[in-house]
């Protein structure tokens, strides 16, 4: 007997799992139709022993110091500082573009002020910016918005940058200095032993069962619990009754080269060239000393596994059915980035999950983040 059958072992589901069991000793089931604990934000030693992300780059960075201190229960971590670097007509310059991308790119020798007057002479004015390629048109202009955004948001997202929300690429600002962090955010570090132990300890707890390689569908009823905790994709648990949520698709190729680094930067991002969209290179991220160095292409697809929402108009509208649909199911929680439809990071999935337990808790959001 469970009072909580909580479906999916990622950020979303490990999150409630541990907050149900630890702080308020809830009996929890929680389901994994994969093999492993994680979710997307799985990792793992791969057959020469490099620790890899088997669904890409995962790099965590938060400004909330309350999720941070909260995650810090169930990991050290390593610092570190992610950079991406664009080949771009023949070179590899800093992404997001900031001042050594200009001066790189067009052989100038331009100073803050010079950066600005420069992008304000090429910018046109989008206002407001509604699309995703308004966002950065408006503020760098159509030149390097084809060299940088246009090709690499057709690929990933199999749509035009102008059928996209602005939030999209609203996510990959102008620098007008000269830091080259893909991130600014106050906290940025990577779990010391990787996210996979992070999720062990999570779900370490003498009242948490964990399920493997097992479709909720299977055992919903073969087994008594109260309430359901869902964190796949919300359509799917609908029996599409509205049609489809489309979600993007991602097939990955990993590979292991007997040398000890491949490329120039953590990730380089390939915005004009070849059928995916980056490479990324392990051992950056997570600091490993190893003689071999793995890496991931990343081929976007319109068929796979769910993994990103994909944010326009028209899908929000079919996703406020579903949204609809779930606030008349009131046995079941809704969390999560396949289960809310948001492209979420992994941290605005933990606060989610946070805010949804000191919903469920009754207490102060203090005394429910509240490491017992
Ligand atoms: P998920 O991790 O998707 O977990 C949902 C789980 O539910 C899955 O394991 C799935 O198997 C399971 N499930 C679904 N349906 C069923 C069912 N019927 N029965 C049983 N189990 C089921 N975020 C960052 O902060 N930094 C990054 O650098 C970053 N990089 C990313 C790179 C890529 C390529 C992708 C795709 C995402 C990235 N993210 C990143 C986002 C991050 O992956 C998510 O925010 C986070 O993992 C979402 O957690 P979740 O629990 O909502 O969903
Ligand atoms: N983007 C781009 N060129 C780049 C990097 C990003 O066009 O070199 C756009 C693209 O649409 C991408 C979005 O900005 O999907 C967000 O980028 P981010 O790196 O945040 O994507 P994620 O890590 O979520 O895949």
Redesign the pocket.
Known sequence: MFDYLI???????SVLADRLARRLDKRVLI????PHIG???YDCHDEAGVLIHK???????TNSAEIFDYLSQFTAWRPYQHRVRAWVDGRLVPIPINLDTLNELYGLSLDVPGMKTFLATVAEKRDPPKTAEDVVVNGMGRELYEKFFRGYTRKQWGLDPSELDAQVTARVPVRFNRDDRYFTDAYQAMPARGFTHLFGNMLDHPNIKVMLN????EIRDEVAYDQMIF???VD?YFDYQFGRLPYRC?EFKHETHHRPVFQAAPVVNYPNEYAYTRVTEFKYLTGQEHASTSIVY?FPRAEGDP??PIPRPDNATLYKRYEALAAQTPEVHFV???ATYRY??????VGQALTLFTKLSGLKRKEAVAVS
């Open positions: 479906v999916g072992a990622g950020f979303a589901g389901v994994d139709r994969r979710g997307n934000a669904y890409g780059p995962h790099i965590f960075h097992t479709d909720f569908r964190t796949g994709p799917e991602l990343e993994y990103y999560g980035r396949l979420y990071n992994m941290d605005q999935v």
